[in-house]
């Protein structure tokens, strides 16, 4: 379940949209200011958040029942609530006169099949830069991270993709001087980043897994960072006819924080069929298997419960079974 801090004032439709605690943490420590606003701030976790980093935080948020709420959750004196539509001429006004130094907002996400604009997003993307970039130049704003980044090409923007356990989770574009990079990911618990490189960088690749595979975080995929991770942690490219599937693999590692990044697993065989991989499986003592390869949803329990069928039930060691072009790896995560 979504952690959103010890609050009190909220229905579940309100957590569903809520920013989770480690995020709007992560985020404040990179907005850290003297004075920022918070645009369509909801209950206020992010800007609960932005009250411990800066001196003065203001959030503005369309929804009466919500302000009423976020107040009720943050009564920090630091803190100040105004119920308003941000693109309405008198609320900018008051962001104006309060003079932040950073613009912060997360939008309401539209449900894709009502795309009509260009960024599913409420309120229009482009009406609010156009209206807060006379305020302030440095803002930033959080996007729906599945996007195509072409939507976005005209805009002089970082764009940072966040990650949780390997997992994209949110995309935030940075304007003026918090722009500090083309493109990044960044894990949200070690704050481990890596950016886009001026240089082009090509990483080389093998064909066959090396001692070690890494699954690297989706936010890396959908960032297309693979060779720069791969160059900074000192890996090589898996070729992979599975394009949904990237791996990076090495003989060695070092611990580094940008392992946060990433998933390593211990190559245990390279299999050619399944009675191999059950062979193996049950000499190395695992009774369990995950299956790290393309499959649809529908046929994954069956294709597992085949396989563990025949193990011994007794054994808890988990193995990871991955196809890498026309062979199985079975590996174990280190
Ligand atoms: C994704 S939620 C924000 C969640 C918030 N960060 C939190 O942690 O609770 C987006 C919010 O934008 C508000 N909103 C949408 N359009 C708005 C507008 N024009 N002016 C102010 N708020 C607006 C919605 O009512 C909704 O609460």
């Known amino acids: 379940m979504k952690n959103i801090g010890k609050i009190k004032h909220f229905n579940e439709e309100d957590v569903r949209f809520a920013t989770p605690k480690e995020?709007?943490?992560?985020?404040?420590?990179?907005?850290?200011?003297?004075?920022?606003?918070?645009?369509?701030?909801?209950?206020?976790?992010?800007?609960?958040?932005?009250?411990?980093?800066c001196e003065q935080v203001l959030g503005i948020e369309i929804d009466e029942r919500k302000v009423d709420n976020?107040?009720?959750?943050?009564?920090?004196?630091?803190?100040?609530?105004?119920?308003?539509?941000?693109?309405?001429?008198?609320?900018?006004?008051?962001?104006?006169?309060?003079?932040?130094?950073?613009?912060f907002c997360d939008p309401e996400r539209l449900?894709?099949?009502?795309?009509?604009?260009?960024?599913?997003?409420?309120?229009?993307?482009?009406?609010?830069?156009?209206?807060?970039?006379?305020?302030?130049?440095?803002?930033?704003?959080?996007?729906?991270?599945r996007m195509d980044l072409?939507?976005?090409?005209?805009?002089?923007?970082?764009?940072?993709?966040?990650?949780?356990?390997?997992?994209?989770?949110?995309?935030?574009?940075?304007?003026?001087?918090?722009?500090?990079?083309?493109?990044?990911?960044?894990?949200?618990?070690?704050?481990?980043?890596?950016?886009?490189?001026?240089?082009?960088i090509?990483?080389?690749?093998?064909?066959?897994?090396?001692?070690?595979?890494?699954?690297?975080s989706e936010a890396i995929v959908k960032a297309d960072l693979i060779n720069e991770f791969a160059g900074k942690i000192n890996a090589l490219i898996l070729e992979n006819k599975d394009k949904n599937k990237v791996f990076l693999t090495s003989d060695y590692f070092e611990e580094d924080d940008?392992?946060?990044?990433?998933?390593?697993?211990?190559?245990i065989r390279i299999c050619n069929n399944l009675n191999d991989i059950i062979r193996i499986l049950k000499l190395k003592g695992f009774g369990k298997v995950i299956l790290k390869y393309s499959i649809e949803p529908k046929n994954y329990w069956k294709e597992r419960?085949?396989?563990?069928?025949q193990l011994n039930k007794n054994m808890k060691k988990e193995a990871d079974l991955f196809r890498i072009n026309n062979q199985f790896v079975i590996g174990e995560e280190v």
């Not at 260009?118 to 991270?145: Q, R």
């Open 70 to 103: 976020a107040k009720k959750n943050f009564p920090d004196e630091n803190l100040k609530f105004i119920k308003g539509d941000v693109l309405d001429e008198k609320v900018i006004e008051k962001i104006k006169d309060f003079s932040p130094n950073i613009i």
């Open 23 to 53: 995020v709007a943490e992560y985020r404040a420590n990179r907005l850290k200011c003297s004075r920022i606003v918070d645009l369509c701030c909801g209950i206020g976790v992010q800007t609960g958040a932005f009250a411990k980093t």
């Open 258 to 267: 940008l392992l946060s990044l990433c998933k390593p697993y211990k190559v």
């Open 111 to 145: 449900a894709e099949e009502k795309e009509r604009n260009l960024f599913s997003i409420k309120p229009d993307l482009k009406k609010l830069i156009d209206a807060y970039s006379k305020i302030t130049k440095n803002i930033c704003i959080e996007m729906p991270p």
């Open 202 to 216: 090509k990483t080389k690749s093998v064909k066959a897994p090396l001692k070690y595979i890494f699954e690297i």
């Open 305 to 309: 419960n085949m396989i563990e069928n």
């Open 150 to 200: 072409e939507k976005l090409k005209d805009f002089n923007c970082e764009k940072e993709y966040l990650s949780i356990n390997n997992k994209l989770n949110r995309l935030d574009i940075y304007f003026g001087e918090l722009k500090k990079s083309e493109i990044s990911v960044v894990d949200v618990f070690s704050e481990a980043r890596i950016e886009k490189s001026k240089k082009l």
